[in-house]
């Protein structure tokens, strides 16, 4: 199977309304020509789960100027003083979600589990509206699973299967979002052949990925 696409064809698979997932931390390690491309179609009306939303004129931040985003949820915002404001005018609405339990949730959902137990926010605010479980005499919240439609991932060095290496902290928490959305799209730096990643670098297995977009092509 050919995996490979161009950037208008993965962002024709992104309709009004769907949840999406994109990696990075603060746009690093995020796809954003794939971002840019999503901006320029304006798609609306989705839900973004995503560690942050970067900078008003950079990475996912560029979807919450141009408001595309009905709902964000995200470990922070304040990088991206749109985001607060929309929020504070009632204009998006914003799950703010403790940054190791982002991740874990998203696990969840790539592992099939029905949910994650956190003592993180026990007792606070956060608990507001979840289940709290007594384990051995210890209170944990019941965080349920984040899944999305699609995730747009980043890929240093992609092959032609869909194999992944990163770079760095850049892999962030692409290779979690790539177990968590019914379609995976990585744009990768630098496209190669089968084989030419040694094995040991492979992050995220072919088997996640369903397309790929030369981000290095001109």
């Known amino acids: 199977m050919n995996k490979q696409i161009s950037i208008e064809q993965a962002i024709e698979k ?50 919450i100027v141009n408001k595309q ?24 609405e914003v799950e703010l979600v403790p940054q190791g339990t982002f991740v874990e949730r998203i696990r969840a959902a790539g592992f099939g589990l029905g949910g994650v137990l956190t003592p993180t926010g026990v007792n606070t605010i956060v608990e507001e509206g979840k289940k709290k479980i007594e384990v051995e005499g210890k209170d944990y919240l019941l965080e349920t699973p984040l899944k999305a439609d699609i995730a747009l991932l980043k890929g240093e060095t992609v092959d032609k299967k869909g194999n992944i290496r990163y770079d760095k902290t850049a892999r962030n928490f692409n290779p979690t979002m790539a177990t968590a959305a019914d ?25 996640f990925v369903d397309y790929i977009v030369d981000g290095g092509e001109k």
């Not at 985003?69 to 607060?84: A, F, L």
């Open 183 to 207: 379609t995976v799209i990585v744009e990768a730096d630098n496209l190669v052949e089968i084989g030419e990643i040694d094995p040991e670098n492979v992050i995220t297995p072919s088997l």
């Open 14 to 63: 992104i309709e009004d309304g769907m949840t999406i997932m994109v990696g990075g931390f603060l746009a690093v390690g995020s796809p954003n020509k794939l971002v840019d491309a999503l901006v320029e179609k304006n798609v609306k009306d989705l839900t973004l789960i995503a560690n942050d939303t970067a900078f008003i004129d950079k990475g996912v931040g560029k979807l």
């Open 69 to 92: 985003v009905k709902k964000v949820i995200v470990s922070h915002i304040g990088t991206n003083k749109e985001t607060g404001r929309q929020m504070n005018e009632n204009e998006l």
